[in-house]
């Protein structure tokens, strides 16, 4: 695609529900990066995907967060029985490696969970 | 040592001002600083970048001084406009690494 694609935009769930977040990356992107921002907040590490390494997970802040990817594609992030303090904007970026001549990341316009 | 310290929190500047923005960092293996911009209900997008090999990098009205001895580095946006008005995030990198360390942001609000 043209940009890397989150969905959905936003999403409201009730405390103890599951949710399943998706990321579309750039196509022909390696590198793929779930960060969580809280409002007024900078961007918090997640987890990182490259290729068909092992992804690094040292960012989810609870075994409540897990994520996947299949391949070079589409990657979910999924947060089990959520809580009022994951509310927050998910964000998804990718970018082709991390060569020093390609670490540009392209961030998707997020998607904010509210958890009531 | 993996953080990196972002002022100020927030910034009004009068249209044709130059808003300017700090960060400083620890880890000496840093060696990619980009800065992104991030409007209201977008993802951040960057903006501009630097490397360590030059003290200076402008692009149109933005400008990233690096200032290797003192880990410091700073974004200056020359003749603000209404339209710079959103959140700049800092950040830092290593290359052959894939963990992107952000700053907290700044609010920049740039007065018509």
């Known amino acids: 695609g043209a940009g890397v694609s989150q969905s959905p935009s936003n999403k409201v769930t009730e405390k103890g529900k599951d949710v399943e977040l998706r990321c579309d990356p750039i196509?022909?992107?390696?590198?793929l990066y779930w960060y969580r921002q809280r409002l007024g907040q900078g961007l918090e590490f997640l987890i990182y995907f490259q290729g068909n390494s092992a992804p690094d997970k040292s960012g989810l802040p609870s075994d409540r967060f897990s994520a996947e990817r299949t391949g070079e594609s589409v990657s979910t992030l999924t947060i089990q029985r959520t809580q009022q303090e994951d509310s927050a904007v998910y964000l998804c970026?990718?970018?082709?490696?991390?060569?020093?001549?390609?670490?540009?990341?392209?961030f998707g316009q997020g998607t904010r969970l509210t958890v009531v | 040592q993996q953080q990196v310290k972002q002022s100020p929190q927030s910034l009004i500047v009068q249209k044709g001002g130059i808003s300017i923005i700090n960060c400083a960092y620890e880890n000496t293996a840093f060696d990619y600083f980009p800065w992104y911009q991030q409007f209201p209900g977008k993802g951040p997008a960057l903006l501009i970048a630097?490397?360590?090999?030059?003290s200076e990098k402008k692009e149109g009205r933005f400008t990233i001084s690096f200032n290797k001895s003192a880990k410091q580095f700073s974004l200056h946006i020359m003749d603000s406009q209404p339209g710079d008005s959103a959140t700049y995030f800092c950040?830092?990198?290593?290359?052959?690494?894939?963990?992107?360390?952000f700053g907290t942001g700044t609010r920049l609000k740039v007065l018509a």
């Open positions: 196509s022909g992107h390696t590198a």
């Open positions: 950040a830092a990198k290593t290359s052959g690494t894939y963990k992107y360390i």
């Open positions: 970026a990718s970018s082709l490696g991390t060569g020093s001549m390609n670490t540009e990341a392209f």
């Open positions: 630097i490397r360590p090999d030059v």
